[in-house]
């Protein structure tokens, strides 16, 4: 079973709508979340970090589960310029090193 | 600042050549790391260094070499190219020791080895 799993989509979903994403985790001990937003061939930029009691930023909402062991990224009145993938990453601290793992990300296509 | 910095851009080796991947961070940031993407595989640590003079295997070390030359430069050696190493490379560093400090990202290497 792979650390971190996402579902690789792509989810198909017009302008306006809401669209949510799961990224569920293995290792217990994880101990920071994040989302990135990478484009088509262009390096992974941050979108949000995840935060225990939920945080939001905009359109944007993060929620983090640790007794489920899943992290989700809500995104509301959706636009054509989300069209991205959706990359979850989990960091694991291990002898003073951060260790991050990521998700095979989500497709979100957003049309019309 | 011009942040994560990778060289080159695209590069077409053939099986069995040698090159190596510089990367480079003017952000004073301890770590640095590797990794490759391939279709559908997302991103696969290849090796990182969590301080200057420290270096260590990530999920796909094998057929690569690293040298944290300095704070600023982590780069990545392919010492006998193979077709199996035609992919994108990504570098990234990442600043202070607050596990949720996040990672920066380079522009990529794309690389294909014929």
């Known amino acids: 079973r792979k650390e971190v799993e996402q579902d690789p989509g792509p989810f198909n979903v017009p302008e306006g709508a809401t669209v949510a994403f799961n990224c569920t985790y293995s290792?217990?001990?994880?101990?920071?979340f994040f989302w990135y937003r990478q484009d088509c061939r262009k390096e992974p930029k941050l979108l949000m970090s995840?935060?225990?009691s939920g945080n939001e930023d905009g359109r944007f909402t993060a929620q983090l589960n640790r007794a489920s062991q899943y992290i989700s990224l809500l995104i509301r009145d959706s636009k054509l310029s989300d069209s991205a993938t959706y990359l979850c990453v989990v960091i694991l601290a291990s002898g003073g090193s951060y260790i991050p793992t990521f998700g095979r990300g989500t497709s979100l296509i957003v049309h019309p | 600042n011009a942040g994560v910095t990778q060289t080159p851009k695209f590069q077409v080796l053939k099986t069995g050549q040698s090159m190596t991947l510089q990367c480079a961070q003017d952000m004073n940031h301890n770590s640095m790391y590797w990794y490759r993407q391939d279709p559908g595989m997302g991103l696969r640590l290849i090796y990182y260094s969590a301080s200057e003079g420290t270096t260590d295997k990530g999920e796909v070390p094998n057929g690569y070499n690293v040298s944290r030359l300095n704070k600023r430069e982590f780069s990545l050696r392919l010492e006998s190219a193979a077709p199996s190493q035609t992919s994108v490379y990504f570098c990234a560093s990442r600043g202070g020791r607050d596990i949720v400090n996040t990672q920066y990202f380079g522009p990529g290497t794309r690389l294909t080895v014929l």
């Open positions: 290792n217990s001990a994880s101990q920071s």
């Open positions: 995840v935060y225990s």
